[in-house]
């Protein structure tokens, strides 16, 4: 029978940049409301439609984590008990099952997905149910006597490529030594759904094993995340975990897949105004966002005329014919078993209750409203004998042999390509069928020691390991608190140097990025005291020219530099790692690196303003004083790098530009709608520097010589 998805809402409390802002969303049963009066009329007007009007929205559950002191707070526990724990009764019954989270950037997505793994009580759905996945194993196999085989893929979806985040090859230059990563292809049998080639599929025997290979995919987004600089995981994030259970009285073969999908948080283009990488990136996200949204919508019409239809005499039709509209990207075909094949599914729309996000929020709220009306059809996976559907997935691959032939005897490129992807897949399905599963855990074993190799040479931790490193360690910076402090680099007090960079000969090895060489510095621990010093750059003519770091926002000269506790270290042009020469609580770290916008932040207002408007009359009247950044890309990646933090801040900011352009006469919408565009970059490029200015004086003569206005 036809299910509808069953969709949850997810309310997360006001976070630190959004604290003094007004709750706009309130939660009540399973309803959310919104507060009408904590929303300006602006916001009030761009939401005119019918359908816009409502102002309260029903789903199956309203999980509010606003308030930790109420009663009806739901904690990660909860959320597991509400939608978690289903999903395991959907696997053990033999369906399908998926659960995806869509949101506005920093809603809380990955939060309830992923969580972290320690302390367990912040764990989130993902290594819960995995627990509970293992847990059951166990008792299947102990009481059928048959044997069941778990098997996890984690990909990424960044900007219309499909990442290995199980790959081990995939870290620096391509040459001698590595191979560039295999290509995965996503391919949907008519029968046996989506499946994937390319990608490594990892059997795991135990939760341990299980959450360590999680837990090496979350290192990895670190890794690339930290290469860009960038503020939060810019892809999806897809997690699949496949049971196969074989063997027992009956010798049958059943297959139930759980598949998890953090989607990439939705931003406004035009609000949040980046550019370049940044921008490519948003475009993509908020196109496959789009592309979801389309496949939900049309899905979502069908279901509502199928309900009209008075017999329902068409609602069971094959679905086949759809599949075209889930083929515009890679996001919606790897959800497309999801939404309109074999799968219990459910959904959580994440919520911020900040005012200021509230058409995000209302966006939110709308599309999950459209994914309840979307019926899926699961049907329990039928024990299947294995050795009939081998013989039909043999003689599948005998006729597109065939078909392949003929298509090259009439030269026809399109059926060669297509048939020859059919072709490929089918023979994966094959393989996978007949593998033999001790050759391919011992396969496995391999891969899961060369992981353990490249975790270690890439010095990524899983968070919970942070904490535990031995003093004094470089860690890794992200906004996003889900990837920072995963690369760690702890320098032993043996008194010799350690070279650091992107070669595979360093003893410390950078993610590649924009300005990191091969050997980028030298970092030594003399009797506690840590000294860094950059290498020469290795093709500069002058041997004399360090390559680029960075420390408090002072380029270093090939002279060693003692580092101090939470100094801020920029390797090239973006790598940033803080240097820690005591232990420190996250609740501590948080306040320190937040602290430095405290020291003189009316003061730095009023300076970083005059300098807004200096820049927008001068871009305005095209006068000087707007010089161009010799490298945008970078300056843009700065910004983007605080503007989460600045967010509170530039609100006010513009608002403080906008008064005094307007006292000076400027009042014209073409210089006013550059406005957040530069407050944006130029507050952005200034926090990075004045961010870690322990010294007042040094941070004003840092804005004194700000003249940056890239468009
Ligand atoms: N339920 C919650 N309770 C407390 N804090 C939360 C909760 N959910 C999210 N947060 C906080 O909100 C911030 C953003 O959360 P998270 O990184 O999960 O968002 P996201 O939706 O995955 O963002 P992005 O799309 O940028 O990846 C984090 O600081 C996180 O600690
Ligand atoms: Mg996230």
Redesign the pocket.
Known sequence: MAEPIWVGV?L??L??HEIGQEKCLNIEGNEVSIVEDAIDTDRKVAVTSDFDRKSTFAFDVAMD?TDESSPSF?S?EKCYEIMGRRMVGHMLQGFNTCLF?Y??????????I?GKAQPKSERGLLMRLVDDVFEEVDKEQSNSGSQVHVVMQMLEVYNEKLKDLLATSDFGPIGPGRSAPKKINIHVHPELGVYLTGAIEAPVKTAADCINAIEYGNAMKAVSATAMNA????GHTVFKLNMVKEGGKDNLSTTSEVCFA????RENEKTTQVTGERFVELSFINKSLLYLSGCIQSLGQTAHRRRQTVAGADAMKPKGADMSRFRNSKLTLLLSNALSGNSRTSMIG?LSPAAAHFEESHNTLRFASTVKTIKVQAKAARAVDKDSLVKQLQKEVQQLKLQLEQAREKHDDEDISAISVQLEATTAIVAAQTRDWTHFQQESAELSKKRTKTMESLMAHSSSQVGDCPLPYLANYSE???LAFRLVMHVAADGEEHSLGSGPSCNFRLPPSLGVCDVTGYIRNEEGRLLLRPAPLPHSIRRDRPASIEVNGEKLSLEPAELNHLDCVLFGHSTTFYVFLQKVSPEELSEKLRAPYEIDKEEWEVGLTQKVVNSILGEAHGTAGARRPRNPTRTTDRACNARMSLQKLTTKLRCRVIGRLISLGVTTTADTAQIPCIAEVAGGRLASKVKHMKDRKKARLRIASFTAVPR
């Open positions: 997810r997360r409390p976070v630190n984590s739901i990660q989270c949101g506005q950037t920093g809603t809380g997505k990955t939060t309830t992923m503020q939060s995981s810019r953090d989607l990439a948080g994440t996003d608190p889900h």
